[in-house]
């Protein structure tokens, strides 16, 4: 379970040896800098990112095979521009630069940068000049992406200008001899029609690495860390059903078996069929041993006469660790805690917000309220890990599909979806509306993904569940006149959940959701749909 992050408590305890990557992404705060390490992980070669005030001797500790800079939103002139150790250029390891990372390479060796007219945002097309060890192989006119002002003018000395646009006359230029590479345009973005090819020239020809991060290969690594670092001990982690702490689950239980023992906090607030999907994945087909907490009445009764959003949140999170620790009590002889932390949690909490130096992330810490007298250790085995690698994870250690490619549901539950106070009542009522939005729009996207191919198909619902706004309204019903509950059906499309808008669904989809609903939900007299865009409204309603 992702658990809130509490004011004062414990720091994770690294792994003895986290594994080295091979390329290391100096990052100089690009807005494609988390891409550029999924992209080179997508090769089957480990990446990090580091923040860019790392030193040569920082990065020389590493030990990587190849250096990525990434771009970044800052002019190489502008007097806080962000700079690069000028050691890292000479210590002989392959370089790639991209966009600001190309023309921070062009002035920290003596070439020059200079402010153009107009900038190029968008795609451009490349025209390549002469032999490129980058460019190999790809056309000699492709289409590239680029998001720029200033541009390289002159290159270094020993440089060869690799390839231009009309309006860049240095879209791409290499030092083959000291291995350093550099493009204005972006390979990492889908939009370079040819970026992938580049990537693979880089790390395949010019640095000779293996594509060697392959899932078996990951999950071999991790189970022997695992084992290593917790050696006889016991481990307990709190298991929600969510996707990374039932990742983190199984991939401990597959290094230390019984010394696992999981704890899942009913809070009562789950979707239709949860509680009995964790007991049915974790306790009967992994056969992990599994506490099951029910702590539903105590929960209801900490929500009772609530209504304000923040403090039901505030009540709901803060009440996980009391019932969690509580339970961890009763188990003996536990020194370790694994949390579901992912490299995501990490480079944001982390290095982002404080600047900090490539420790920084190496010693990022999740912090939870431990009780006096209560201490776990922590292991936190997904920490260098993007949320579509466990997944992929997720998949090869067997959990179920269903589970691991589920959509986003936030840890308070149905309870920030049920606005005014919580009852029993009323969660019984959205438990059954959500179900049947949750069918029929899992089988609209699967029609979808029949007829396109594409999973991420531009109509497919994101994210989609039912709210109950506390609203009645009049009705008839047979002869009846009926004073009933308003369904509210929230389904979006989005990729990130940063912005996000109301899924244009068929009509006869929106007329089967609002036909079985009041045909089936007692109760219930009437279904509108939210059409709002994120922003102005959030995905959630509370
Ligand atoms: P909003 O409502 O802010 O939600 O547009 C953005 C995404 O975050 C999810 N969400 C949460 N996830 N704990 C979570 O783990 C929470 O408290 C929480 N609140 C919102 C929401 O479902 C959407 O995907």
């Not at 695992?226 to 990374?244: A, H, K, P, T, Y």
């Not at 087909?285 to 539903?296: K, R, Y």
């Not at 505030?314 to 961890?328: C, L, M, N």
Request: proline share 6%.
């Amino acid at each position: 379970m992702m658990v809130n992050r509490a004011q004062d408590g414990a720091q994770a305890t690294p792994l003895a040896d986290d594994p080295s990557p091979q390329v290391v992404v100096i990052d100089f705060g690009a807005q494609y800098g988390q891409l550029i390490a999924r992209r080179v992980r997508d090769l089957h070669v480990y990446s990090e990112l580091v923040p860019c005030d790392v030193t040569a001797e920082e990065l020389l500790a590493m030990g990587p095979s190849a250096i990525i800079l990434s771009g970044g939103p800052a002019s190489v002139y502008a007097k806080d521009a962000p700079r690069v150790d000028p050691n890292i250029l000479e210590l002989g390891i392959p370089i790639l630069g991209f966009c600001y990372g190309h023309q921070l390479m062009t002035v920290t060796l003596g070439g020059e940068v200079a402010h153009a007219q107009a900038g190029e945002y968008g795609p451009a097309q490349l025209v390549r000049e002469g032999a490129s060890d980058l460019l190999e192989s790809t056309p000699a006119e492709q289409t590239v992406w680029m998001s720029h002002r200033d541009s390289v003018s002159q290159v270094p000395k020993g440089f060869v200008v690799t390839a231009r646009t009309d309006s860049c006359p240095v879209a791409a230029m290499e030092c083959a001899e000291r291995r350093l590479y550099a493009t204005q345009f972006h390979p990492e973005v889908r939009h370079t029609s040819y970026g992938r090819r580049m990537l693979e020239n880089f790390l395949f020809g010019v640095c000779r690495l293996e594509p060697t991060w392959t899932m078996d290969s990951i999950i071999n690594r991790k189970v022997a860390e695992i084992r290593e670092q917790v050696g006889q001990d016991r481990v307990i982690l709190g298991l929600s059903g969510g996707v990374d702490s039932s990742v983190v689950a199984a991939l401990v239980y597959k290094a230390i078996g019984e010394q696992l023992c999981c704890v899942f906090v009913n809070h009562g607030m789950l979707r239709a069929g949860e509680p009995e999907m964790v007991e049915q994945v974790f306790r009967d087909q992994f056969g992990m041993p599994l506490v099951h907490v029910h702590a539903e009445q105590r929960y209801s009764q900490l929500l009772a006469g609530v209504t304000d959003p923040e403090e039901k949140r505030r009540r709901i999170g803060s009440e996980f660790w009391r019932v969690f620790f509580e339970e961890a009590q009763r188990l003996d002889g536990v020194r370790w805690m694994a949390q579901g932390t992912i490299y995501p949690d990490i480079i944001e909490s982390g290095a982002r917000k404080t600047g900090g130096k490539a420790s920084t992330i190496k010693s990022h810490h999740n912090l939870i309220p431990f009780p006096d007298g209560i201490h776990f250790d922590l292991i936190e085995p997904l920490d260098r890990f993007f949320k579509d690698e466990v997944r992929e994870l997720g998949v090869a250690l067997g959990l179920p599909a269903k589970m691991v490619y589920r959509q986003p549901f936030p840890g308070p539950g149905l309870a920030i979806r049920i606005i005014g106070e919580v009852t029993p009542q009323k969660l019984e009522t959205l438990r059954a509306a959500d179900a049947i939005v949750r069918q029929e729009l899992d089988a609209y996207n699967e029609d979808l993904f029949a007829k396109t191919g594409d999973r991420n198909s531009e109509h497919s619902c994101w994210q989609y569940f039912a709210v109950l706004p506390g609203i009645r309204s009049v009705g008839v019903m047979g002869d009846e006149r009926t004073y009933g509950q308003t369904v509210v059906l929230r389904a979006v499309e989005s990729a990130d959940a940063m912005t996000a808008d109301w899924a244009r669904l068929p009509y006869e989809v929106l007329a089967r959701i609002s036909g079985r609903i009041v045909g089936e939900v007692s109760g219930v007299n009437r279904v509108v749909y939210d059409i709002t865009p994120k922003p102005p409204a959030t995905i959630e309603w509370e």
